[in-house]
């Protein structure tokens, strides 16, 4: 996994719980990294997993809430680092077909040993796709708020339902109409 997506992490921690839960997260956690992350290492996923069900201890919110909440964060992190992927796009709909096919395979351009997940994109109606979503990492929670942060970003409303196709959580159904 990449640096991006730990150091991401720790600032939204800094951000929403201040500094020094940070640091008792990573001298509490024992990390083969040490907790010395730069946004172009390379990672164990597994890392992430550990942080985040710490945090989880920590604040009393739940591991899926706070994937959801940083998907958020991440998104806005997004429009900012890599804002030519993202102004291709007029429409969340359009933004989201475009991941598998454009944005993910510029992303693998950037870091070849990026772990990526797998996205297939149905369209319902105008208004309703379904997505589905395919990874080992099984991180659709973060999955859902980066939806929930491009819909914001194109100033759009949605509902989104998510349903584990497979118990574990590594193939998912994402169910998305637009208000
Ligand atoms: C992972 C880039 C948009 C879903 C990642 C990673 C990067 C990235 C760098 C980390 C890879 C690694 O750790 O090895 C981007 C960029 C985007 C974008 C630049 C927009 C400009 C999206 C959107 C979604 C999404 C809109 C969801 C609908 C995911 C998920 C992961 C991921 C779920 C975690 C890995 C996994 O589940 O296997 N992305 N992404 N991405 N991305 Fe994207």
Same mark, same amino acid.
């Given at each position: 996994?990449?640096?991006?997506?730990?150091?991401?992490?720790?600032?939204?921690?800094?951000?929403?719980?201040?500094?020094?839960?940070?640091?008792?997260?990573?001298?509490?956690?024992?990390?083969?990294?040490?907790?010395?992350?730069?946004?172009?290492?390379?990672?164990?996923?597994?890392?992430?997993?550990?942080?985040?069900?710490? *945090?989880?201890?920590?604040?009393?919110?739940?591991?899926?809430?706070?994937?959801?909440?940083?998907?958020?964060?991440?998104?806005?992190?997004?429009? =900012?680092?890599?804002?030519?992927?993202?102004?291709?796009?007029?429409?969340?709909?359009?933004?989201?077909?475009?991941?598998?096919?454009?944005?993910?395979?510029?992303?693998?351009?950037?870091?070849?040993?990026?772990? *990526?997940?797998?996205?297939?994109?149905?369209?319902?109606?105008?208004?309703?796709?379904?997505?589905?979503?395919?990874?080992?990492?099984? *991180?659709?929670?973060?999955?859902?708020?980066?939806?929930?942060?491009?819909?914001?970003?194109?100033?759009?409303?949605?509902?989104?339902?998510?349903?584990?196709?497979?118990?574990?959580?590594?193939?998912? *159904?994402?169910?998305?109409? =637009?208000?």
């Amino acid at each position: 996994m990449k640096g991006i997506v730990f150091t991401e992490f720790l600032e939204m921690i800094e951000t929403k719980f201040g500094y020094s839960l940070v640091d008792q997260l990573l001298t509490e956690t024992d990390l083969p990294s040490g907790g010395k992350y730069t946004a172009i290492g390379t990672y164990n996923h597994g890392e992430m997993v550990t942080l985040v069900t710490k *945090l989880s201890q920590h604040t009393n919110i739940p591991v899926p809430d706070l994937l959801r909440v940083y998907g958020q964060y991440m998104f806005v992190t997004f429009t =900012k680092k890599y804002r030519s992927l993202i102004d291709r796009s007029d429409s969340a709909f359009s933004l989201l077909h475009s991941i598998d096919h454009h944005i993910h395979v510029e992303v693998r351009k950037l870091y070849p040993d990026a772990e *990526l997940p797998h996205f297939t994109v149905e369209q319902v109606s105008d208004r309703q796709i379904y997505m589905y979503y395919t990874s080992e990492r099984k *991180l659709s929670d973060f999955a859902l708020g980066l939806m929930d942060g491009c819909f914001a970003h194109f100033g759009e409303k949605a509902t989104i339902r998510k349903t584990n196709l497979v118990d574990d959580g590594s193939k998912v *159904l994402f169910d998305i109409v =637009k208000e």
